[in-house]
């Protein structure tokens, strides 16, 4: 038995110890933000935050996340209630076919739990692992952007509340 | 500028159309009539041709539900979305009303294929036209109820209304079938100046789901009591199964089954993972026996150029031009280069009671179910393809390949879902390419500067090999009964494949253009986003500037120079307005490029402007900046088409300067990210632009593979503007160039 914490829930999960932990979130916890892309640690479409890392979850077995603190896209908001980086991406229009979409949020997520006020080269930088194929990255760029801001003006009117 | 070879296939569609419209309209003698005087009757609108009848596309329920089926499919290219708005400006609801059914042989209309940039003129065109010829219908049903003039009624918020205010919900009007009726040439279509929703940019309603975490792929199905399974892949073309010893595999935890047919090789699993421990086993344990087959990487072109090959005139001149006062000739290449989706392939098969379901991110459910139908040797009706968004694919990937393993895997394993999908290796090693090419091209230049006679070759493969028959599907050939692909068929022209835009749309007087057709595949290809007018633009509009360099003349006012057609020098002259071409300042190192096209000469007219950067040190290059303007006829969704157009952009630099398929003897060596780069943020410009030109009335142009063309061209020229060296193969790779420079 593993344990972990997903989106703040606790999970127990029965697998062979060294399942990457795509496979646990996408069979056994039955989420779908992160995808499989290349299992190679080539193209972050598997992006999820484990403890405010970014993380290959293709690669990482899960018995190394024992107790860690998992977040995937499904916990930084809903369809209705979308999270500032959710919302940005939906203001931008930042998506083509999306496959790569929720891997690139996770990231974006990390960054800016880091660097609240990263510079465009950062951005990039920061970005630089994760593909997307359909050619959305002016907007994906934009749509971090426009949520750093939006998450930096909210943290200056309301410092507790609005952690990103 | 269609030359007659061109334009003979496209009249006999239009009459074709024509005569069978006539025939469902007139009395027969009639038709004869009409038949020998060739004036048909108007054809109807987009795909209501081939499927006339106007509840095929909308039904209304007694409640006022409204559902629009389209034979399309949503790829990521925001065509969901277009199509509803057509349809609520149409009925005059709101969007958020109208519930689509996308490509699905048990719901929708047959559309074949969604490809070729035609969603938006097939499909698009019959909804507008069904939802308003729908409207009228229901309105003159409340005008017969209410006993008042049509006129004096009006369509809104799914009601029809009476001037005195009474009101008549749609819901309550379509008792009896009203809508199943034949479409009629012409509708009523609301004037453009009164549009709500047509031409505004309306958010993309998939986008919500896949920001968020929803079931949005056909990746992301799970069916109740689904299991899951990898195939074994054979480690390269023609290459067989010797003997594989699958009991220990067999007893592996969570292992179903083996499947073992011929080479082809396949492991069923209750959970993914298992499936994936069990195919990774199973492959260990496979002994190939493996051909070498290719040509070597460095004598691909040499080797291209002696396959035997079957010329295809795409308009040859009669009668000898004017001896030129300056020639210039030159050849290009193209290597393979692949699709790449970020999602391999995947499908969902579910066979039971001698039926079988599939959920298939293909491009086409009609043509792929008579495929399976085929393949498994079963009726047509008993085969049910449900398409489900997949990851981006640009084209013929390896969509219907994991359709068929699904399809084999689930008659294997009856009763419960098989769910496949293919590993990174597999997708980047087993799709079809987008062919290698080349091309040969000379002009003469008259004494004004103008081009005066031009010769053109283009040798390819086809660009397409898709479904419509099993040995279309890539695992049908490793069966112990394999079914071969079959030698695949010219398109014809005006659209055609390798030589689609070989034909240029400039002016010039006197042309010989030939398609050089190779029908001999080397490695594995179909249709890539744009097929052959991405390599015959980048040719066309590399020799344009290479014929403006040898006329003295500014690129720009030299394109213009050789074009009527309005529109097409309207978006020219607008992209290089907005890129600042007459005031450029060159920074060193700094280079400018124009290209324009009209994708197929049919589609929308894209011109593209960029500036590049060159590192001298590595011969690295680099888009800065990208400036588009296109036309792409009547815009519905203006941000729709300015996110394809970005895209395009992007991803036709990332070909242009990055990527061509490895192989060796035997084996594709392109087989990961690493081994087939493609673009990352940081080779990303800093900005990109996109003008959309917007002609309310006018017939929808297909844009989504408008800018693949150009972009390379304009990438070449602003290589050529940075640094005076012209490089003449695709792609312009960093070693490539530094070798060009001398460093
Ligand atoms: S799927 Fe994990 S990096 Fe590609
Ligand atoms: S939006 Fe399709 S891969 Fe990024």
């Keep these: 038995m593993i344990e972990l914490t997903v989106n703040g829930t606790p999970h127990r999960v029965d697998v062979d110890p060294a399942t990457p932990l795509l496979y646990v979130l996408r069979d056994e916890l039955r989420l779908n933000g992160a995808k499989f892309g290349c299992g190679l640690g080539q193209c972050g479409a598997c992006t999820v935050m484990a403890e405010g890392e970014a993380i290959y979850s293709c690669l990482t077995p899960v018995a190394a996340l024992q107790g860690r603190k998992i977040t995937t896209v499904e916990g930084l908001g809903t369809a209705d209630n979308p999270g500032p980086l959710q919302r940005a991406f939906i203001a931008e229009q ?71 | 500028m269609i030359d007659a070879l061109a334009a003979r296939p496209s009249r006999r569609r239009v009459l074709a159309g024509g005569a069978l419209i006539v025939s469902f309209a007139l009395a ?18 987009g795909s209501l041709k081939t499927e006339p009848m106007l509840d095929a596309w909308i039904r209304i329920d007694a409640d006022g539900a409204i559902t629009v089926f389209t034979g399309k499919a949503e790829l990521g290219q925001g065509i969901a979305t277009a199509l509803i708005q057509l349809a609520a400006e149409e009925l005059v609801v709101e969007p958020a009303t109208i519930h689509l059914v996308t490509a699905d042989t048990a719901r929708t209309p047959n559309e074949g294929f969604t490809a070729g940039s035609h969603s938006m003129q097939d499909s698009g065109t019959a909804i507008m036209n069904a939802a308003a010829q729908a409207r009228a219908i229901l309105v003159k049903a409340a005008a017969d109820r209410l006993q008042l003039a049509p006129e004096r009624l009006k369509a809104e918020g799914g009601a029809v209304i009476a001037e005195d205010g009474r009101r008549v919900a749609y819901g309550e009007l379509v008792a009896g079938a009203i809508l199943h009726v034949r479409a009629a040439p012409r509708s009523d279509l609301i004037d453009p100046k009164n549009h709500r929703l047509i031409g505004k940019p309306w958010p993309r309603i998939d986008i919500p789901a896949k920001v968020t975490g929803g079931v949005a792929f056909v990746q992301d199905l799970r069916l109740p009591d689904m299991v899951h399974a990898r ?41 993914e993972y298992q499936a994936i421990a069990a195919m990774r086993a199973l492959a260990d344990a496979a002994q190939w026996d493996e051909t070498p087959t290719l040509p070597t990487e460095d004598e691909l072109f040499s080797y291209l150029a002696r396959q035997p090959s079957q010329l295809i005139p795409v308009r040859q001149d009669s009668g000898s031009p004017p001896p030129p006062v300056q ?46 139908a085929e393949l498994l040797a079963l009726a047509p009706e008993k085969v049910r393809c449900i398409q489900v968004q997949g990851s981006g694919c640009y084209g013929h990937n390896a969509a219907d390949d994991a359709a068929a393993d ?44 103008k081009i005066a006679q031009w010769h053109y070759r283009v040798r390819s493969n086809e660009h397409s090999t898709r479904p419509g028959t099993a040995g279309n599907l890539m695992p049908a050939w490793h ?218 009335g006018q017939p929808f142009l297909g844009t989504g593979e408008a800018t693949q063309g150009p972009t390379a061209g304009a990438i070449a020229n602003a290589l050529a503007d940075a640094a005076g060296i012209r490089i003449r193969e695709l792609p312009l790779t960093a070693e490539r160039i530094k070798q060009a420079i001398g460093v």
Excluded at chain 2, 244 to 268: C, F, Q, W
Excluded at chain 2, 414 to 422: F, L, S, T, Y
Aim: glycine share 8%.
């Design chain 1, 94 to 164: 930042a998506a083509q076919c999306g496959y790569c979409i929720a891997g690139m949020i996770l990231r974006a997520q990390a960054m800016l739990q880091r660097n609240p006020s990263p510079s465009d080269g950062e951005i990039r930088a920061a970005m630089e692992p994760n593909l997307c194929r359909c050619g959305t990255h002016m907007r994906i760029l934009r749509a971090i952007r426009r949520a750093s801001n939006e998450m930096r003006t909210a943290s200056a009117q309301n410092p507790t509340e609005a952690r990103p």
């Design chain 2, 28 to 45: 027969p003698r009639v038709l004869l009539a009409q038949t020998v005087q060739g004036a048909a009757a108007p054809p109807l609108p």
């Design chain 2, 231 to 271: 195939v074994v892949w054979p480690p390269s073309y023609g290459a067989t199964l010797k003997a594989v010893d699958s009991a220990p595999v067999e007893t592996m935890p969570g292992v179903l089954k083996v499947v073992r047919n011929g080479s082809y090789l396949a492991v069923i699993a209750e959970r």
């Design chain 2, 327 to 372: 020639s210039v000739a030159a050849r290009y290449r193209r290597a393979y280069q692949m699709h790449g989706s970020i999602g391999p392939s995947c499908a969902v098969g579910l066979f039971r009671d001698d039926a079988l379901t599939l959920w298939t991110h293909t491009q086409g459910v009609f043509p792929l179910r008579a495929a399976v």
């Design chain 2, 406 to 449: 699904a399809a084999l895997l689930a008659r294997a394993f009856p009763g419960r879902p098989v769910r496949v999908q293919w590993m990174r290796e597999q997708e980047h090693s087993w799709e079809p390419y987008g062919p290698a090419m080349l091309t040969e091209v000379s002009a003469g230049l008259d004494a004004a500067g």
């Design chain 2, 479 to 696: 069966l112990a009964q394999p079914v071969a692909l079959p030698v695949p068929k010219p398109i014809p022209l005006p659209e055609g494949g390798g030589d689609r835009n070989a034909l240029p749309l400039y002016t010039i007087p006197f042309a010989d253009i030939v398609y050089d057709f190779v029908p001999a595949m080397t490695l594995r290809v179909s249709a890539l986003r744009g097929l052959g007018a991405y390599m015959n633009v980048f040719t066309i509009e590399s020799f344009m500037d290479e014929l403006a360099l040898a006329a003295k003349a500014d690129p720009v006012a030299f394109r213009l120079r050789h074009l009527e057609d309005p529109r097409a020098r309207d978006v020219i002259t607008l992209a290089a307005e907005r890129f600042g071409w007459s005031n450029y300042r060159r920074q060193p190192g700094r280079g400018r490029g124009f290209a324009f096209a009209r994708y197929k000469n049919l589609g929308a007219y894209a011109a593209v402007a960029v500036e590049a950067a060159l590192e001298h040190e590595t011969g690295r290059l680099r888009v800065i900046r990208a400036v588009a303007a296109t036309d792409s006829g009547e815009a519905v969704n203006p941000d729709g088409i300015r996110n394809q157009i970005e895209g395009g952009i992007l991803q036709s630099s990332s070909w242009t300067l990055y990527e061509s398929v490895g192989f060796d003897r035997t084996r594709i060596t392109s087989r990961d990210w690493s081994s087939y780069p493609i673009l990352r943020f940081s080779a990303v410009p800093e900005s990109v632009e996109v003008h959309v030109i917007d002609r309310p």
